[in-house]
């Protein structure tokens, strides 16, 4: 099943992150694709505030995961972008987020796909410059 969204705001991804986010169930995994400034980490920070989560939400480009526990799932928000080797993965302990108790938003996941569980959410973010500079489709497919 496909859903698809348009944005023509960063307010408007921040609010499908949100909505996303809100109905997120433990031990799902999100997977979160789309070129550089298209909105990933606006996405990431509506998912979080739908989870409850207050405290400021980055893109953990450069410490690959961020945990934050203070909603009503925790959230393991990880940016695999700097990801030389899979190993690198299992140094962080990536199996005790993907399969403990909160939710997993993985961006740039296509660079880990190999050990991505069959079942995961894909959400990928788009730019269409025809319909404008702050136009993005988002696609969710379960």
Not at 3 to 26: I, N, P, Q, V
Not at 60 to 68: A, D, E, G, V
Request: contains cysteine; aromatic residues 12%.
């Amino acid at each position: 099943m496909t859903e698809m969204w348009e944005s023509r705001s960063a307010a408007d991804t921040f609010a499908y992150g949100k909505a996303l986010g809100e109905k997120a169930d433990s031990g799902e995994i999100y997977t979160l694709a789309g070129d550089l400034g298209v909105g990933k980490t606006v996405f990431a920070q509506g998912f979080a505030a739908g989870l409850g989560i207050a405290e400021p939400v980055n893109s953990p480009t450069f410490t690959i995961l961020h945990n934050y526990e203070e909603g009503r799932l925790p959230l393991h928000h990880f940016d695999v972008y700097r990801i030389g080797d899979v190993e690198e993965m299992e140094e962080i302990g990536y199996e005790d987020c993907f399969y403990g108790k909160g939710v997993c938003l993985i961006e740039w996941a296509d660079l880990i796909r190999e050990i991505l569980p069959e079942k995961c959410i894909r959400i990928v973010i788009e730019k269409d410059l025809t319909e404008g500079f702050d136009y993005r489709k988002i696609k969710v497919q379960r």
